[in-house]
Structure formats: C-alpha cells, structure tokens
C-alpha cells in the first residue's frame, strides 16, 4: 500500500471514530472499545451459522435482519437504523444475517465476550444492555403488529408511519426511506408488484406524496392510522 493509500485511510478512519463520538447511541460507555466497520450496499455484516462473538451499532446509514425461509425464500425480519443495537443470540452463533441497505452504512462492533465481563462489574452498563435488548423485542413487536394487519394497503401504510417515528424525534409528516421497495416487501412478506401498487394507490389518493423516489411526505395521517381506504377514493 502507498503512502497516499495509508494516509488516505487514516483520515478515513478518523472521520469515522469522529462520526462515532458524536452520534449519540445507546452504547456511548463503550466507545474505547469499538471497532468501526464502513459497509458497502449489500455487504454482510455478520453471517448466520457463524460465532455469535460480536454485538453492534448501526452509526449511519441501514441494515436489514434476514432469515431464509424453508421454501428459501428471504424474510426480513428488523430493519436497523441509526441507533439500533443488534448481535444478540440465544446461542453460540447468530441466527439470522445483516447486511447493509445503504451505501456508506457504518456501525460499530464490540466484543461479546469482553462487554459481557464489563457488564458484570458494572450495574449501570448492564442496564444499558438490557435497555437495548428490550428495545430490540420492541421493533419485533411492531413489526409483528404490522404484518398482522389484514391487507398489503394497511401493512405498508403501518409500514410508513413506523418508518417516520422512528426516523423522526418528534411527530414527522416527511421519511426517507433507507431502504428500496425489494426490501420492505421482504420485509412485510408480499410481493414487490403488490408494494408499488400499494404506494401508487396511496400516492394517487391523496394520502401520500412522493419527492424523489424514496421521500415520502404523509398528506393524510388519519388515513394511515386507520388503515381504510380515503373516503373520496370509494
């Protein structure tokens, strides 16, 4: 490698460690501790089958939790954002694989083994561990009441209001979506065709509106929430 190549992965690696000081995350104690990963779009970051031997913090960008199905079929099953904390198993090894949504996703990985010793010692970290799992069974929670909604139009109505408070610290009406349309059928286990038509009804009723192709700005929040179809569109 070059000196130009060295020097230029140096400063790489620290706007990352930069970007890690100051994002707030959950895991805010271990930052010493951290290792931060740059991912391409679509890299994994963890491989089911493999040693569960390290949790870890999206600090900007998306991931997706996927698990194949027995027809092999992919479902996914969290869509990680900044913040989130993933990694844990039951067992040994991880259950499930991430990979990056967007292009230029970083998140920071800790050692199991290590965290777990520091979190014996220290109640206060232990608290904050447990927070984070239970902030995992959360997301689990409400994707489970999404896809039991009844038709694929409640689903990615529901879809869109969880996408916009989670992305939003306060009560937004405009999301980004960090994902492409593949990825929330994956994610609501319909089909892609049905996710366009889906968004296009909506879009065409009045309930959403589109800027680009993955801003959605919500135009009527009642709609949504109810998971009706708009009153003018019968």
Not at 112 to 123: F, G, K, N, Q
Not at 193 to 216: A, D, M, P, W
Request: hydrophobic content about 40%; some cysteine; charged content about 25%.
């Amino acid at each position: 490698m070059t000196t130009g190549s060295l020097s230029t992965l140096s400063n790489s690696n620290g706007q990352y460690r930069k970007l890690l000081t100051h994002q707030p995350h959950p895991l805010k104690s271990l930052d010493q501790l951290a290792v931060i990963i740059p991912c391409h779009r679509g890299q994994e970051i963890c491989s089911q089958g493999e040693p569960a031997d390290h949790w870890y913090c999206v600090i900007s960008g998306a991931a997706r939790r996927c698990v194949i199905r027995l027809d092999g079929r992919r479902q996914i099953v969290d869509l990680l954002l900044p913040g989130d904390v993933f990694g844990f198993s039951a067992g040994e090894e991880y259950d499930y694989t991430i990979e990056a949504v967007a292009e230029g996703t970083v998140v920071a990985s800790y050692p199991r083994r290590r965290v777990e010793m520091l979190a014996d010692a220290d109640p206060l970290l232990g608290r904050e561990i447990r927070q984070v799992a239970f902030l995992a069974l959360a997301r689990l929670q409400a994707q489970l009441l999404i896809l039991g909604r009844i038709t694929a139009l409640e689903k990615v109505g529901s879809f869109i209001l969880e996408m916009a408070t989670r992305m939003s610290s306060e009560r937004g009406n405009s999301v980004a979506l960090p994902m492409s349309r593949y990825d929330i059928a994956d994610y609501l286990a319909v089909s892609v065709e049905t996710v366009s038509r889906s968004l296009t009804y909506l879009k065409q009723h009045g309930v959403i509106k589109f800027s680009g192709t993955r801003i959605v700005r919500i135009v009527d929040r009642d709609a949504l929430e109810e998971g009706e179809r708009p009153a003018h569109a019968a």
